[in-house]
């Protein structure tokens, strides 16, 4: 009995910062200006834009998922397999960045890409210059931002494998390919799949790094939440509440799927 | 050997980080100076800090301020403090719309503001404002009745506000980088500049031009013409740098971007520091704006807030004050007080034919939901 005294606390900090917001957000989305309506609602979810703009970002989330399961799999993998002290230091030179302040890191971009490159390089337009070149810069700060949030939990998982796995899958006449493709990814799945999740829920509601990167002439579903809620007019906070049920549920689908997949729940819950 | 390394590297990360903070204060002091020093002296005048002579009592308490970014004189907050005893909290944000946040929300007590025209408007029609007591501020004598002229559209008689700072939107160029004629916001369609125009992050702004551009009203309520104005701006689209507001300055100086929607302003100071700038109200006409000093209903200092307006509206802290932020003053006083290179450039001081075609923005109720959802396009068409 005398345990439960422990849980307040904690139940006390769900009550406050998840439950009373989500009630909040519910409130401002079907009640405008003191009156209860569903029409500020329905407007926003038939509108278009609202759409367009949520595919980009899925598209830019997976986007993003992927090119860092791409890049940060080999790194974890070399990682996994190096002495422990050498591997210790090498992720630490990979989570120092972190230690810098997100949106100080995103400026830094922003200074890399506007002045940096062109003036290193003489060129005389910008990535962001060019038609079609805001996407891929901010994929690009995306991936940077995101890459040690996959790293992390594949190289958990894989420094925790059992290597006699491994000798074992050698020894009865697999090839490397082989002995990776059916012993070392399989095992390091719980790993893969805290990683996605790590890195895709961030990035499908990030605003930051659009904003700043894209000159602010570039929109992710983030950015037009924060304009709704910026717009200035009462109408606009039942605008961004709606916008951000929609982003809620996609949240908690796509989280579902990935804990289906996740089942022993390892490899996560390290940062 | 781990933790060796680990703490070299500590130790090599807050030597950098020391280095780095050291060099931002060293620029820090470079940058004053250069601000102080081009600033000149009015002539003739006698060492008081005021024009006028003006005592004031100690008032005490904290006055919180809220305006745009780089618009006040820093050192004239020290001066206030130091005559009133006053302790000035200065808060600063980016745009009109967002300052309407900050007063709306309950728990935030502002006690000066500095809106723009029509958020004046609009406030007043909310009953947000505080009717000024003009017996607290006798420096508003100095005020260009010129300029009161104008404001009275959006605060009849100025009950409520007291003009602070004004200017025009237009359009500044490189004159390195652009070789057509600047004389219509056409300009800002042409597909030799593509990557290299800057838009202003803002809807009244953005929009209103694009307006003029297409012959139609900038105060319209017509969704047809607001739709035509944002399919405009949707096929600027590739075209654009970016919306800028602040940052847009450091690009059109340091010549990565060829031209600029802004404010006559921030022109002024851009081309201070790039002579192949150069700045030009196009000639289907522009937005002549006015960002006003205002006390919200809320405010709790009242006898500071009436103090600070006075104190701005002196002849010698105004014209300070304009020449550090190089935005036009309405102050006759000051105005008498700045030099040929202020009151002779007509980026500061535009002529009378340039006023003539521009217009002052209105509160536009709830249409300003048409103009968002417009906005909200555009925002998301690149």
Known sequence: MKRKFFAYPYIVWMILFIAVPMLFIFYYAFNVDGTWTTERFLSTISDKDTWSVLWRSIVMAFETTAICLLLGYPIAYILSNMKKSVAGFISILFFVPMWMNFVLRTYAWSAIIEYAIPDLFHVENTLTDLPGGKTIAVLLVMVYDFLPFMIMPLYNTLSKMDKSLIEASRDLGADGLTTFLRVVLPLSVPGIVSGITMVFVPSITAFTVPELIGNGDYSLYGNKIEQAFKSGNISGYSVGSTLSIVLLILVIISTVIMNRFDKDKEGGSIL | ????????????????????????????????????????????????????????????????????????????????????????????????????????????????????????????????????????????????????????????????????????????????????????????????????????????????????????????????????????????????????????????????????????????????????????????????????????????????????INFLNDGKIAARNTEYICYSTPNKAAMDRLDAYFTENETYNPPAEVLARCEVFHDLGDFVEVFNAAWSKIKSSN
């Open chain 2, 1 to 308: 050997m781990k933790k060796w390394l680990c703490l070299l590297l500590a130790a090599v990360m807050l030597l950098g980080l020391a280095a780095c903070e050291k060099k931002g204060r060293d620029s820090d002091k470079e940058n004053n100076a250069e601000t102080v020093e081009p600033a000149p002296e009015p002539s003739g005048d006698d060492d008081g800090i005021f024009a006028d002579g003006d005592q004031y009592s100690f008032i005490g308490g904290e006055l919180n301020v809220l305006n745009w970014g780089e618009y006040i004189d820093p050192e004239l907050i020290e001066i206030f403090e130091k005559e009133t005893g006053v302790t000035v909290n200065y808060i600063e944000m980016t745009s009109n719309e967002e300052m309407l946040i900050k007063m709306r929300s309950s728990d935030s007590s502002y006690d000066l503001c500095f809106p723009s025209d029509y958020i004046i408007e609009q406030m007043i029609r909310e009953d947000m404002l505080q009717p000024l007591d003009y017996s607290k501020i006798p420096n508003v004598k100095n005020i260009d009745p010129k300029m009161t002229e104008i404001t009275n559209v959006f605060d009849p008689g100025n009950k409520y506000s007291v003009p602070y700072m004004w200017g025009t939107v237009g359009i500044l160029y490189n004159t390195k980088k652009v070789d057509d004629p600047v004389t219509s916001w056409g300009i800002l369609w042409n597909e030799k500049y593509a990557g290299k125009i800057w838009m202003y992050d803002s809807v009244r702004d953005t929009i209103g031009i694009t307006l003029k551009y297409l012959g139609y009203d900038l105060n319209t309520r017509s969704e047809a013409e607001v739709a035509a104005a944002r399919d405009k701006l949707i096929e600027q689209a590739p075209l654009r740098k970016g919306f800028g507001t602040d940052n847009m300055k450091t690009s059109m100086v340091n010549g990565k971007a060829a031209i600029a929607v802004i404010y006559s302003g921030d022109a002024f100071a851009c081309i201070e520091e790039n002579p192949d700038l150069a700045y030009v109200v196009p000639e289907e006409g522009s937005n002549v704006w006015f960002d006003n000093v205002i006390i919200p209903k809320s405010a709790q200092n009242i006898e500071a807030a009436h103090a600070f």
